[in-house]
């Protein structure tokens, strides 16, 4: 009689512990453990440069945590279809688990991966079923009482506060039994093999530590010394101010509930003011992927359909300011702060995004499409629904989207949230003699006040059919 295998699929959760996959696959007498490179199952948005270094990163991680616990990550590259029935059939395998992704490519093919194992197998008994890992509550638990979605956050985050459930802990295991390798299915790559081979995401591994254990460090270190000031220090690119647990959520090396339980151990929402702020921040994430499922449309297309007639420059016009905005140097110190942190780091602080976004759609009517793209290619934590979101609010197409007619004036953002001009100074050593008070003046070539009543103008060409 064969023996009892489950295969666990890995995607978007590079962890062992708060893994809902793992934990049912371990009823089972053993277990496979797999990731398969599939760029064809992402669609439009296959894996970025830099999240791809960091994905090489976690995976071998990910491997070790695993032969720790008498198992191993048999990574695989090509059809998930193909691997996965090849693996069902070499292990004689009794069930296939995973945790679901929101993305639109990954969600259908998922779904129609399901239909087609269930149909294949039909007779076989073989169990397939997928589970919530990577959000705190479901999109379609998120619904307003006329059963349409959200579109506005504070509304959302209302509903989500009244709803409130505090999220399960499952224990990362001591052991996981691994099944007896199977002749012909040995990995067909290793992990290191998924990284590029640009020579900028060498500067990476400076910065970052990928890995579930590391994930689990920052945390420690973020709740430890950065929550207690959170709400007043979030905003300051010159401090370390955020708690940078993006990626690792990103890649699901950290679950949303250990960080809710790292702000309180009861899994509720805190009462502290600072804690609150910062559980707020991971509501938006969930809004942001909310967003997503509802309108799959919207990483390359506009929410607001008006935004459809915005007026954008023609791409022969943008080209070399497209370039410039994106090698930090438009001669606005904030931006060419920005640009230059995520060139050498695959990061940038979150207000200094806005300013960077804010300036390439509205001071320079570039397309917010180009921003998003340069963004998903360039940083570590390039989440399809967050950059889309960040992207189109501040654009002002989006849902709950910064109004059109804002637009953020460089100047006067570096000087209320960098107010010494360290961090404009920390990447542009080009202003290192530069006084608070001039560090952020752009050059001399540059008119925002200008800029902005462009931008006006060309808002106005579409406010007539709002």
């Known amino acids: 009689m064969s023996q009892d295998t489950a295969i666990v699929w890995f995607r978007r959760d590079l962890r062992l512990s708060d893994h809902p996959a793992l934990t049912r696959a371990l009823n089972h007498e053993a277990v496979v453990c797999v990731y398969i490179d599939d760029p064809?199952?992402?669609?439009?948005?296959?894996?970025?440069?830099?999240?791809?270094?960091?994905?090489?990163?976690?995976?071998?991680?990910?491997?070790?945590?695993?032969?720790?616990?008498?198992?191993?990550?048999l990574v695989y590259s090509g059809d998930s279809t193909s691997v996965l029935t090849q693996l069902i059939?070499?292990?004689?395998?009794?069930?296939?688990?995973?945790n679901r992704v929101y993305e639109p490519s990954p969600r259908e093919y998922d779904a129609t991966l399901k239909d087609h194992l269930k149909t294949k197998y039909a007779g076989d008994a073989l169990h397939v079923e997928s589970f919530k890992a990577q959000l705190l509550k479901e999109p379609w638990e998120m619904l307003k009482k006329d059963h349409t979605p959200y579109l506005v956050f504070t509304p959302f985050w209302r509903h989500f506060q009244a709803t409130w459930t505090a999220p399960l802990r499952l224990p990362a295991p001591d052991r996981i039994p691994a099944a007896p390798e199977v002749e012909g299915m040995v990995p067909t790559i290793d992990s290191a093999q998924l990284a590029p081979t640009h020579p900028w995401t060498e500067q990476l591994a400076q910065v970052w530590s990928p890995g579930w254990p590391h994930a689990q460090a920052q945390l420690s270190a973020f709740v430890d010394q950065g929550l207690s000031q959170y709400e007043s220090a979030r905003n300051r690119p010159d401090q370390a101010g955020t708690s940078s647990l993006s990626p690792y959520l990103h890649f699901g090396e950290l679950s949303v509930g250990e960080v809710i339980r790292a702000c309180d151990p009861s899994g509720e929402v805190p009462d502290e003011d600072n804690a609150v702020s910062f559980v707020r921040e991971i509501v938006w994430r969930e809004f942001s992927h909310y967003l997503l499922y509802y309108f799959p449309h919207i990483p390359s297309q506009p929410l607001k359909p008006v935004f459809n007639q915005f007026p954008w420059r023609s791409a022969d016009e943008y080209a070399q300011d497209l370039a410039d905005w994106k090698k930090g140097d438009t001669g606005v110190p904030m931006v060419d702060a920005g640009m230059r942190q995520l060139t050498a780091t695959g990061w940038m602080h979150n207000?200094?995004?806005?300013?960077?976004?804010?300036?390439?759609?509205?001071?320079l009517l570039i397309p917010w499409q180009e921003g998003a793209r340069h963004f998903w290619d360039t940083l570590v934590d390039a989440d399809l629904a967050n950059n889309t979101q960040g992207w189109q609010w501040t654009a002002g197409s989006g849902a709950d989207a910064s109004p059109y007619f804002r637009v953020f004036n460089p100047t006067l953002q570096g000087e209320k949230f960098d107010p010494t001009g360290a961090y404009v100074r920390r990447w542009c050593p080009e202003h290192a003699d530069r006084s608070a008070k001039q560090v952020h003046q752009p050059a001399d070539h540059i008119d925002l006040k200008a800029?902005?009543?462009?931008?006006?103008?060309?808002?106005?060409?579409?406010?007539k059919d709002r």
Not at 43 to 63: F, I, M, N, V, Y
Not at 89 to 98: F, L, N, T
Not at 451 to 463: E, F, N, V
């Open 351 to 363: 207000r200094v995004r806005m300013v960077v976004a804010s300036y390439l759609t509205k001071n």
């Open 451 to 463: 800029q902005r009543q462009g931008a006006l103008a060309a808002y106005a060409q579409i406010k």
């Open 40 to 73: 064809k199952r992402e669609g439009e948005w296959p894996l970025g440069q830099a999240s791809r270094w960091w994905l090489a990163q976690s995976l071998a991680t990910l491997d070790q945590s695993l032969q720790a616990r008498g198992n191993r990550l």
């Open 89 to 98: 059939e070499a292990h004689q395998a009794r069930a296939v688990y995973w």
